[in-house]
């Protein structure tokens, strides 16, 4: 019930591409959908996250879609570049992204984007 | 503005004995949890401190405890070590009802 299913586990794009993370869940509570990036030797870092009453949010080159319906989000990095090679964490929380909730993230994909 | 300071960053145990990990959140927040993040895995919640308690708890052992004192920082224990504890402890810290969590480079943990 708290897991969150995310894929591919891994990943290889072109320069200029577009890489495209998927994830599923099924605790119909969760309300806050954090991505996060991790490089080799440091902790995850925030990228973008989303409410379920949108359903999409662009930042820059990154973009959540949000299917709720489907409980189903991804993550799509446009113009994909090498520095982007890392990686990639889906997460739920249940309280609306403030400190009360626990993250629940998903397996990770490495993402390597090819020069 | 310094983020979340982990210490040690690296450390080396033997089964059974028992480790201390620490931080220090970022400047102006008041809430610290603890994650595992096992090698090639998501971290997992293990526990939250706020106001110096145990706010919420992951599934995880007693042998998993924590402290949190009045400057915010705080510690996580774990006693009784065994092999499959080998990790990274990340430990991330926020502000209540300001959302948005910062996680410290984590401390790795080898269990031998």
């Known amino acids: 019930q708290q897991q969150v299913k995310q894929s591919p586990q891994s990943l290889i794009v072109q320069k200029g591409g577009i890489s495209i993370i998927n994830c599923a869940y099924e605790?119909?509570?969760?309300?806050?959908f954090p991505w996060y990036q991790q490089f080799p030797g440091k902790g995850p870092a925030l990228l973008i996250a989303?409410?379920?009453?949108?359903s999409e949010k662009k930042e820059g080159r990154f973009t959540i879609s949000f299917n709720k319906s489907a409980k189903q989000f991804s993550l799509h990095i446009m113009d994909s570049q090498p520095g982007d090679s890392a990686t990639y964490f889906c997460?739920?929380?249940?309280?609306?992204?403030?400190?009360?909730?626990?993250?629940?993230f998903g397996q990770g994909t490495i993402l390597t984007v090819h020069p | 503005d310094a983020g979340v300071t982990q210490s040690p960053t690296h450390l080396i145990k033997t089964r059974g004995q028992q480790v201390t990990l620490r931080c220090s959140p970022k400047?102006?927040?008041?809430?610290v949890s603890w994650y595992q993040q096992a090698l090639g895995q998501g971290p997992q919640f293990i526990f939250q401190?706020?106001?110096?308690?145990?706010?919420q708890r992951g599934n995880f052992p007693d042998r998993f405890s924590g402290h949190q004192f009045p400057n915010y920082s705080s510690e996580l224990n774990v006693n009784a070590l065994l092999l499959g504890d080998s990790a990274l402890y990340l430990c991330?810290?926020?502000?209540?009802?300001?959302?948005?969590?910062?996680f410290g480079s984590g401390t790795r943990l080898t269990v031998v």
């Open positions: 997460a739920a929380s249940d309280a609306g992204g403030t400190s009360y909730g626990k993250l629940t």
């Open positions: 991330a810290s926020s502000l209540t009802g300001a959302g948005g969590y910062t």
């Open positions: 401190y706020y106001e110096e308690e145990e706010r």
């Open positions: 400047s102006g927040h008041d809430t």
């Open positions: 605790n119909t509570a969760f309300d806050y």
């Open positions: 989303i409410r379920p009453d949108v």
